[in-house]
């Protein structure tokens, strides 16, 4: 595996594709091309998606699932040059690119919560931290509705 410390599950872009669309990282060490059988070497060679990046047979590979609505679950080797991983800073602490998804997940709850009205903010955000959600993830979602927050306590 190469130095970029990818991890199963982490959320990345196809920069193969225009627009990029997000990918986890299912397998983050799937060895080099030459490593794979001729089909898919042939197949990971020839794709007009991975030509725009430096390729040959000792190249790197991952798999990836493409995240979208038909829940196909299906899964791609490419080059792991091919793949962005947004570098993403949160928080006072500020958050890594493994923490990104619990984050993207927590912030879409606290934001549904808000709309809905059905659950008080405060007990989702106490709810998160019990669960063991980590207190930067927390902090960090929270910190984007923190004007929600200001008129919780306003109103108590």
Do not use: H, W
Request: charged share 20%; proline share 5%; aromatic share 6%.
């Amino acid at each position: 595996m190469s130095n970029r410390n990818l991890r199963e599950g982490t959320l990345a872009y196809d920069a193969g594709q225009n627009p990029n669309k997000p990918v986890i990282i299912t397998d983050p060490d799937k060895g080099t091309v030459a490593e794979q059988d001729s089909a898919l070497q042939d197949l990971i060679m020839d794709s007009p998606g991975n030509q725009a990046f430096p390729l040959d047979y000792n190249t790197k590979c991952i798999e990836v699932q493409y995240l979208g609505l038909d829940g196909s679950g299906k899964t791609y080797t490419m080059p792991e040059s091919r793949i962005a991983i947004p570098n993403i800073e949160l928080g006072e602490n500020g958050l890594g690119t493994a923490e990104y998804a619990a984050y993207s997940i927590v912030r879409a709850l606290f934001a549904e919560a808000i709309r809905s009205e059905e659950i008080p903010l405060r007990r989702l955000i106490g709810l998160c931290e019990s669960a063991g959600v980590s207190e930067a993830v927390v902090s960090a979602a929270a910190a984007e509705f923190s004007d929600e927050l200001a008129a919780l306590v306003g109103d108590s």
